[in-house]
């Protein structure tokens, strides 16, 4: 695990925001990697549920009544709030683990997270701005190749021409891929802040 001290601001002059932003997207990057390859099966099963739900839903939603709709929902909800506890433990170390447990265990100890929250973004907004307009460029990108593979496979494969199965893949994808990888790395972004 890359150490949160080297992410800071302090004692750094003249260096831009931007370079900064850059710099700490990399780390980011590499911690979120690190999580992942630390706890694979974790972060998929947590994915794999919305996912196959939303992907049912999507495939269905002409037949399915509407308060089973709305339970799938719920639940897809109910999942991806397991998916951000799950990032959150798979981001931490076992001291940092503790450590959180301990500030946020009580209502005044949120008070003080959030409190120290503020306070790192207000000093630091510049880079965070940055880190965040690179984060959403990044995956923009990632997801528009990850859609340009997906046309030129309906080309192969029949079944992927119905819209509605291109339009569950599609939610397959993101659900499965990319609101994990995004969850962990926005998690990384905020670890310096609680440090």
Known sequence: MIPC??????GVSGTSPLALAWQHTELFWAQTWSVVERHPLAVLLCAAVPAALRGYILLRRPSVPRTRLALLELIVTL?????????IWA????REWRNLRTHVSAAAAWQIALSRLGWHLAHHLRMVLWQLLIFALGFAILYTLAL???KKLARKEPWLLDPRHQGA????LRNLVFVPLGIIYLVEMARPAFQ
Not at 5 to 10: C, G, I, L, N
Not at 79 to 87: H, S
């Open 91 to 94: 981001a931490c170390s076992g």
């Open 169 to 172: 893949v599609e939610s397959l």
């Open 5 to 10: 001290a080297a992410m800071t601001m302090a």
């Open 79 to 87: 999942w991806r709030v397991l998916l951000l506890a799950v990032a």
């Open 148 to 150: 340009w593979i997906l």
